[in-house]
């Protein structure tokens, strides 16, 4: 079964053709604003041929834990979350709009980042918020990057020649949207996204988690609006806000060895941010197996994962410099060392022409 996936992330637009696990063509708009269009679907397809189906990357799908069938009541309902995704929602559900339009006879699933913590135990999903306001505004926390997450948790099951259900693991997705979730057994157990994928570790533009004082005390002393705290904290924040790039850790990187203080800074906040997560999510394990990293950081950046696993070593995390220098999927951690590090590249569209090859087998 041939699927193209869909994948509109906060820094770039993916765009693949799966078949049988394997990538046939594939399109990635890097730097992508987030503008809909015909023409890169048209031209991943002109490249892979016709498709028997369709997966979406959407980020929010609130309890649904697993794909739906994409038509308009479905579209409809889900925007429902375009405020608690606003960097994300809107692409997806606008790019599915589009598929639909050029492949009108093509069966469009969309596949939820949300759908691999839905069974996180209550109490990692509530909030320490009166109980009225969690039943009033539907609050619980969801968690993002499932689709990562469920690939690379089969990846490092595979590598390790384990069977996925008796692993447990850190997966830490590291992409222009940062996320660490405890794996136990398999199944996601916690997550440093919550409600929104605005929590948690500091990111390329967004803030991570902070303290709610903070932003009751900016929104009383600077008058500053809902929507005014909103920009400022999901498109002026973390690397970028810190650093005063555009937040593409290539250009922190950069101007940090060109001796920028700032961009020195931000490093750090940002590799102590994904550390204290780390050893957050360590505490929902009974023990730990292996620490998973993934995404376009992971995938492209050894210094600077040389640099994470340096303040790890707590959690019996260690790095073999020659492994760490090599390409592709590997262990980089050394031989000896009592968990397991494995660097692995993302693999949302595999896991999503999963979901939908089995989706596609129960309509
Ligand atoms: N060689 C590289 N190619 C692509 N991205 C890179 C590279 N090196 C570092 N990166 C970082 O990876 C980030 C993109 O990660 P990715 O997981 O693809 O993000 P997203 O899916 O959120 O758009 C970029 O913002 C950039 O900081
Ligand atoms: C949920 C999220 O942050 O996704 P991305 O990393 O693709 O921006
Ligand atoms: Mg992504």
């Not at 649904?64 to 429902?80: F, K, M, N, V, Y």
């Not at 009751?216 to 609006?225: A, I, K, N």
Request: aromatic residues 4%.
């Amino acid at each position: 079964m041939r699927t193209l996936v869909v994948n509109p992330g906060s820094s770039s637009l993916k765009l693949s053709v799966v078949d049988g696990g394997v990538q046939v063509a594939s399109r990635t708009l890097d730097g992508w604003g987030g503008v809909p269009a015909r023409w890169p679907i048209l031209d991943v397809l002109a490249a892979s041929g016709p498709v028997d189906a369709v997966g979406v990357r959407i980020a929010h799908g609130g309890d649904r834990d697993g794909p739906r069938l994409l038509d308009e009541g479905e579209l409809r309902a889900l925007e429902e979350f375009v405020p608690l995704a606003p960097l994300h929602q809107p692409r997806s559900l606008a790019l599915a709009r589009v598929v639909v339009e050029v492949l009108p006879d093509v069966r469009v699933f969309g596949c939820f980042d949300t759908s691999f913590h839905a069974g996180m135990p209550a109490h990692a999903t509530t909030y320490p918020v009166p109980r009225e306001w969690t039943e009033r505004f539907r609050l619980r926390r969801y968690g993002f990057h499932g689709l990562s997450c469920a690939y690379a948790v089969r990846a490092a099951a595979g590598a390790l020649g384990r069977d996925p259900a008796g692993l447990s693991l850190l997966c830490c997705h590291v992409g222009s949207g940062v996320s660490v979730t405890a794996v136990l057994d398999g199944r996601s157990v916690d997550t440093s996204m919550g409600l929104t994928p605005l929590d948690g570790v500091a990111m390329a533009t967004r803030s991570g988690g902070l303290d709610p004082g903070l932003l009751l005390h900016v929104q009383r002393t600077g008058g500053l609006s809902a929507g005014e705290v909103e920009s400022a904290l999901t498109h002026h924040s973390g690397l970028a806000g810190l650093s005063g790039t555009s937040g593409d850790v290539r250009r922190v990187l950069a101007a940090r060895a060109a001796g920028d203080e700032h961009a020195d800074l931000a490093i750090r906040v940002y590799l102590h941010r994904l550390r204290r997560e780390i050893g957050a999510a360590r505490v929902s394990l009974d023990r730990l197996d292996a620490l998973v990293l993934t995404g376009g950081v992971a995938e492209h950046e050894p210094a600077l994962v040389a640099e994470l696993l340096d303040g790890l070593a707590h959690l019996g995390i260690a790095v073999a410099p020659a492994a760490l220098a090599g390409t592709g999927d590997r262990v980089v951690s050394p031989e000896t060392a009592r968990t397991r590090v494995l660097l692995v590249a993302a693999g949302e569209d595999v896991e999503i022409a999963h979901q939908v090859e089995r989706a596609g087998l129960a309509v």
